[in-house]
């Protein structure tokens, strides 16, 4: 198969979700003989760029930097692309610019997307924002039969809301131990001594109710914050704002470099993951995959990832912050929850696995008359 994956900002993987899936997916079908291709966001990856990666093609594509066109100028021009590349199916990951598919539909070219979460739900976007993103979320469901959910309550959705079957491929991630536990010393942290939130920095992931909830107790463990925004935002700033007289919280930034994230999650007494849309978000799958101790707010996506093994929060005012408690006053007593995540990653996210499911799909969509 002659696949083009779309949608990403690229790999090698530096941010987000969609890039890691293009990555351990797309590495895994062109070892497996497909001829793969993933566009990659020109200024990502500044300096010389190579040409493939680990088997896979790679064509890099520019992107207006502005926030309310970045995503949809980048993924016209990579629609358009490959057009004239002869390309045996489309995998467009995300439903959020789906316009940018119209004209590869109208042409017979067949068309995979991966929906995601309900992007439009998202309080960072103005009314504008929200319409284009549901109109894009209508439109997916019109160009193409081919919908893939990483959530089987994203399918509930997409099946009451628009009659629409879709196929379960959920996201991944690999069983994640320690190689060099003193790379977190660098960041100002002592293995074991803090809590972790891994995140983009907006109001969705509740990073400014696990930051207050913290606050409210008398632990002596740091909140190490990894992850940014992708534009100057009121909501960061108000973030540095009320954590300013707080020595124990800590903004990290993005950290692009995997072998310092890796040691965060493992050396972490505590993953606290407060995701309220979308559906298996990648960041906790990474927490089960590390063995942590999760904290999960509690919501239908969230408990369909991490099953029993996770200790669930609401936003209730003192939720949270008791749990904490809990944990820093004895984490030797919820351990046996982080073995049990462990698990459930290996059994339920190999990415072995999905890539399969994966190329499985991909070869009946393509024997469709």
């Known amino acids: ?36 291709t993933v566009y990659c966001e020109r200024n990502l990856y500044p300096g010389r760029r190579a040409e493939t990666y680990r088997g896979v093609n790679l064509v890099f594509m520019p992107a207006l930097p502005t926030k309310s066109m970045e995503a949809l100028s980048y993924d016209l021009r990579c629609a358009c692309h490959a057009l004239f590349r002869n390309f045996d199916l489309l ?11 119209v004209l590869p539909r109208l042409l017979g070219q067949r068309i995979v997307i991966n929906t995601d979460g309900l992007e439009w739900q998202r309080s ?15 439109l997916a469901v019109r160009l193409t039969r081919h919908l893939v959910v990483d959530a089987r ?17 959920t996201n991944g991630t690999e069983i994640i131990r320690s ?17 972790a939130v891994v995140c983009r920095l907006e109001p969705e992931n509740s990073v400014e109710t696990i930051i207050g909830e ?7 463990l740091k909140l190490a914050i990894a992850g940014g925004a992708n534009y100057r935002s009121r909501y960061v700033r108000r973030l540095t704002e009320m954590s300013r007289d707080d020595s124990r919280v800590l903004f990290l930034g993005v950290l692009p470099d995997w072998d310092i994230l ?7 007494v505590a993953y606290i993951h407060g995701h309220q849309v979308g559906g298996t978000n990648p960041s906790l799958v990474e927490a089960m995959g590390a063995g942590n101790i999760i904290l999960a707010l509690r919501n239908p996506f969230n408990c369909e990832v991490a099953g029993e093994a996770a200790i669930y929060w609401t936003p209730r005012p003192g939720d949270l912050a008791g749990k904490i408690l809990r944990v ?14 462990r698990r459930r990653a290996a059994e339920a996210f190999s990415w072995d696995d999905i890539a399969s499911k994966t190329e499985t799909y991909f070869r009946s969509v393509l024997g469709e008359r």
């Open 328 to 341: 820093a006053g004895d984490p030797e007593a919820f351990r046996p929850l982080g073995g049990q995540a």
């Open 179 to 195: 190689k060099d536990p003193g790379l977190v010393r660098n960041l100002g942290l002592e293995p074991g001594r803090y809590l």
């Open 214 to 220: 913290f606050r409210k107790t008398d632990t002596d």
């Open 153 to 169: 309550a994203m399918g509930l959705y997409f099946q009451r809301r628009y009659g629409r079957e879709t196929t379960y491929i």
């Open 262 to 268: 890796r040691e965060l999650r493992v050396q972490a």
């Open 1 to 36: 198969m002659r696949i083009a994956i779309l949608g990403s900002r690229g790999i090698p993987a530096i941010i987000g979700g969609f890039e890691t899936l293009a990555e351990q997916v797309g590495t895994r079908l062109a070892a497996r003989g497909h001829e793969v």
């Open 91 to 101: 995998y467009m990951l995300a439903d959020n610019t789906s316009v940018s598919l």
């Open 124 to 138: 960072k976007w103005p009314w504008p924002g929200k319409i284009f993103l549901k109109f894009n979320e209508w």
